[in-house]
């Protein structure tokens, strides 16, 4: 068996039809001592491909002897631990539906809102009061020489809005501040005489408002509002009475 090389084939590819006219030789074939040789050759010159080899094949035989190649081992299965789920124990309940029109707390508080705002719309347009600044005065009306603290006590108010009502009402002149007599750091609070003018003066505007409130009601139903209205003051209030 004789081998024919041609390089007009691979020439031709790569330096145009130039190379297409070149001749074909033959190539004698490769006798098998050669082949034989160039192996030898390799396993001498690679020692580590020689002994891996002979490893790889003392491993095989031994594995025939056992029979391993012939028979398929099954692999042993890992058993499946199922996760357990953070809901399996709790699943999860219905939410509750929060109406804000029948809301009780809500309800309050929009109507106190706007009751006091409907109020101040009074005094603001004439004495140009706020609604925190009326309260002050209110309590300092019926109750004279108190303190910041005891105002805020009092009205329920958040502080900064009692001290910036404290501030509005001593830089109109309707509230003084002197220090006590038992204590100089303590200072007391009390109405002016312009501020006790303004004061006698909203009052009769509140009562009037009152009173438009408490014709929507008959007197026993007003009776139970009031005793109602002290109930939820001692549930939220057990300490001390809110007024």
Request: hydrophobic residues 45%; aromatic residues 8%; positive net charge.
């Amino acid at each position: 068996m004789s081998l024919t090389y041609a390089p007009s084939r691979v020439l031709g590819a790569r330096f145009g039809k130039a190379a297409q006219s070149a001749p074909a030789w033959p190539i004698a074939p490769i006798p098998m001592p050669f082949a034989e040789e160039a192996a030898l050759w390799r396993q001498e010159r690679f020692p580590m491909r020689k002994a891996r080899a002979a490893s790889a094949a003392s491993g095989r035989r031994r594995l025939e002897d056992c029979g391993s190649l012939s028979h398929t081992w099954p692999m042993p299965e890992k058993p499946r631990v199922q996760s357990a789920s953070p809901f399996a124990s709790h699943p999860p309940k219905k939410t509750e539906t929060l109406r804000l029109a029948a809301f009780l707390p809500f309800q309050l508080s929009v109507l106190t809102n706007t009751i006091s705002r409907r109020i101040a719309e009074r005094y603001d347009a004439e004495f140009g009061l706020s609604i925190w600044q009326w309260r002050v005065m209110a309590v300092l009306g019926e109750t004279p020489g108190l303190t910041a603290s005891a105002v805020t006590e009092r009205t329920a108010m958040d502080k900064v809005a009692v001290s910036r009502a404290v501030t509005g009402l001593r830089q109109r002149g309707l509230l003084e501040r002197q220090a006590a007599a038992a204590d100089a750091r303590r200072q007391l609070l009390r109405l002016s005489e312009e501020g006790q003018s303004v004061y006698e003066q909203i009052v009769p505007l509140a009562l009037s408002y009152e009173r438009e409130l408490e014709e929507a009601a008959s007197p026993q139903d007003l009776l139970r509002l009031k005793r109602l209205l002290e109930r939820f003051a001692a549930v939220v209030s057990p300490d001390r009475p809110l007024w």
